[in-house]
């Protein structure tokens, strides 16, 4: 079973445009990670931001942590088409580190 | 540097057949890690091994799902007398650190195809 949910399911905007992604989870977590996955192919590591922390950026992306919400947020600023993609997010819980467990994604198409 | 490698990329299988799905990580990485990938769903963990250790194989979905890493790098998981249920994208992926504390790297999968 997926420990987490996305919002929302799937995103079209144009070129230039930001881009918001949430995700929520049921459990405590010792961090979350996003990932994107082209289409067909595996997932990359784009961010992990740990329990302790609120927010992180790597270039044009940033990521928040709610723990009190159980909730987090990936924004992908001046979007570009080569951003296309599915992105997930990922929980380590904080019980059990041994695995993550993904959310159900969210489909971004961006629009040149 | 090279990458988390899968083979075979594609394999397509009759209701019954053994299949035995190959991962070779990223050289020196201690984690290895297999999810099962169904379309359109994000993936679901089917287990862990820490070097030849398998430490957690909970999300094995039945027996006749086995896998192994003898000697802590190349991993093999074999699906005995397959359905088609079991039909799905394999991932596999390495880490530098123990557990899931840190990034996993994953290859680009096999999927799996049973008719």
């Known amino acids: 079973s997926q420990q987490g949910e996305e919002d929302p399911q799937a995103l079209s905007i144009q070129e230039g445009e930001n881009a918001t992604m949430n995700c929520s989870y049921k459990?405590?977590?010792?961090?979350l990670q996003w990932y994107r996955q082209n289409s067909g192919r595996g997932l990359v590591h784009l961010i992990l931001i740990r329990s302790n922390e609120r927010e992180k950026h790597s270039g044009r992306l940033r990521v928040t942590l709610d723990t009190s919400k159980k909730s987090s947020s990936l924004l992908i600023t001046a979007s570009r088409a080569a951003d296309t993609a599915s992105y997930f997010c990922a929980t380590a819980l904080s019980y059990n580190t041994d695995k993550l467990i993904f959310g159900t994604g969210t489909r971004l198409q961006v629009f040149p | 540097g090279a990458g988390v490698s899968q083979s075979p990329r594609y394999k397509v299988a009759k209701r019954g057949q053994d299949v035995a799905l190959r991962c070779d990580p990223i050289s020196g990485h201690v984690s290895l890690f297999w999810y099962q990938q169904a379309l359109g769903q994000g993936p679901e963990f089917l287990t862990y091994?820490?070097?030849?250790?398998?430490?957690?194989k909970s999300g094995l979905p039945s027996d006749r799902f086995f896998a192994e890493r003898p000697e802590g790098s190349v991993s093999t998981l074999k699906i005995q007398r397959t359905q088609q249920e079991d039909s799905a994208v394999y991932l596999c992926?390495?880490?530098?650190?123990?557990?899931?504390?840190?990034?996993?790297?994953f290859g680009p999968g096999t999927r799996l195809t049973v008719t």
């Open positions: 992926a390495s880490s530098s650190s123990p557990g899931g504390d840190y990034e996993q790297y």
């Open positions: 091994f820490q070097n030849e250790a398998q430490l957690d």
């Open positions: 459990t405590s977590i010792n961090n």
